[in-house]
């Protein structure tokens, strides 16, 4: 594959992980709930923010946030 295929290919893999981040049924998570899960898969900071909709000084916040409530409740 060359560069432009996977750029291609890492594109709408962003916008199929961002659709199903969307989704609207009864178990809708929250913003931070989708970041939180985003960052677990390894995605970048700036790659949330893209995904989400965000800038990325938000995302940055609230992976703050959830590491500090991670260190706490160990």
Known sequence: ??????????????????????RRDEQTLTLR?????LNDLGIKPVEIAEILGRNNTYINKELSGIRKSRKQTE
Request: proline share 0%; aromatic share 0%.
């Open 33 to 37: 709930q989708q970041i939180e899960i």
């Open 1 to 22: 594959m060359d560069k432009n295929e996977l750029q291609s290919t890492n594109k709408l893999l962003r916008v199929i992980v961002a659709l199903l981040l969307r």
